[in-house]
């Protein structure tokens, strides 16, 4: 394969990454409004999202959070496969966390 085509290649490669993570975000997201909201909102006053945010939170590790997620999951009896509970974990890390990957 000549350099040219490989760079390009890769550049594919890559753009299409990127545009992938993109969707796993906007489907953790619709996953959480759909599922998490209701039960968060009981918790913690208004939309029920600064309970991730308050100053006394539980979570503190990338790891913490799909654990957290899991426990949530498992006590609700969703039925979620991993690549779901992936896409909530991101979106949720990128919207409230951010934890480094």
Known sequence: MNPKTYLYS??????????????????????????????HSKMYP????????REN?????????YMQVNRCKDSLGFKWPEDQ?????AYLNKSYYKFEE
């Open 10 to 39: 890769i550049s594919i490669l890559l753009i299409t990454s990127t545009a992938v993570l993109a969707e796993n975000i906007e489907r953790g997201k619709s996953l959480h409004d759909e599922n998490c909201t209701t039960c």
């Open 46 to 53: 208004g939309d029920g999202n600064g309970i991730y945010t």
């Open 57 to 65: 939170r539980r979570i503190e590790t990338l790891d913490g959070l």
């Open 85 to 89: 509970i992936e896409d909530l974990v």
